[in-house]
């Protein structure tokens, strides 16, 4: 599976930003979609997933109500939709995926995913 990761740029604060990461190769079994981000000197960090199959979503408490994720599936395809962003979203952002559904704790865990896209730089900054 590849996954390309897409959409980042230099955003004023309270702008809006939508990533898009594809995933290709052998996609069919795949189960979890996730967006992670990594700021400088920081450990990289989980910000959203959502499931193939039914749509469940998770995120992280700083993003909840800001952020949105979602998928096409017919494109193979998972968005996030970044609004009101701030100076703090500033992060490289990375998708990731996984062969399994997985639950709120695990969606969290850098290990729950076999594969990384390659990550696009956000940088909210007037």
């Known amino acids: 599976v590849q996954l390309q990761a897409s959409g980042g740029g230099l955003v004023q604060p309270g702008g809006s930003l939508r990533l898009s990461c594809a995933a290709s190769?052998?996609?069919?079994?795949?189960?979890?979609m996730a967006w992670f981000r990594q700021a400088p000197e920081k450990e990289r960090e989980f910000v959203a997933s959502?499931?193939?199959?039914?749509?469940?979503?998770y995120y992280v408490d700083s993003v909840k109500g800001r952020f949105t994720i979602s998928r096409d599936n017919a494109k193979n395809t998972v968005y996030l939709q970044m609004n009101s962003l701030k100076p703090e979203d500033t992060a490289v952002y990375y998708c990731?995926?996984?062969?399994?559904?997985?639950?709120?704790?695990?969606?969290?865990?850098?290990?729950?995913?076999?594969?990384w896209g390659q990550g696009t730089l956000v940088t909210v900054s007037s």
């Open positions: 190769g052998r996609t069919f079994g795949r189960r979890t």
């Open positions: 990731a995926d996984s062969q399994y559904n997985l639950i709120y704790s695990s969606s969290y865990q850098t290990t729950s995913y076999d594969y």
């Open positions: 959502i499931r193939w199959s039914g749509g469940i979503t």
